[in-house]
Nanobody, 117 residues
Framework: QVQLVESGGGNVQAGESLRLSCAASGSISSSYVMGWYRQTPGNQRELVAKASAGSDRIYADSVKGRFTFSRDKLRRTWYLQMNSLRPEDTAVYYC???????????WGQGTQVTVSS
């Protein structure tokens, strides 16, 4: 099993920054696709950013140039640096680890990010 724990959410003003962290434990390997998603009430969870086992990064258009995905060398902790936050970034943010070869999809418990104007 894989366990994911997010941290770093909070309340900020528009234009400010936050960094989210996701700490993974259990049977996770560096081959997992690692990412961040977010969800607002009444809406589906949407991709924010993700990284494959290689160096490829995919970002939602709405966050390109403002958010940056990174991870540590062991690939057991990954981050989402969020700059120039906007009120529309307000959501619960979830970290995700996905193993396509066994179709294992793992989620953290979520962390709230609230951006005030």
């Amino acid at each position: 099993q894989v366990q994911l724990v997010e941290s770093g959410g909070g309340n900020v003003q528009a234009g400010e920054s936050l960094r989210l962290s996701c700490a993974a434990s259990g049977s996770i390997s560096s081959s997992y696709v690692m990412g961040w998603y977010r969800q607002t009430p009444g809406n589906q969870r949407e991709l924010v950013a993700k990284a494959s086992a290689g160096s490829d990064r995919i970002y939602a258009d709405s966050v390109k140039g403002r958010f940056t995905f990174s991870r540590d060398k062991l690939r057991r902790t990954w981050y989402l640096q969020m700059n120039s936050l906007r009120p529309e970034d307000t959501a619960v943010y979830y970290c995700n680890a996905y193993a396509p070869w066994i179709e294992r999809n793992c989620w953290g418990q979520g962390t709230q990010v609230t951006v005030s104007s």
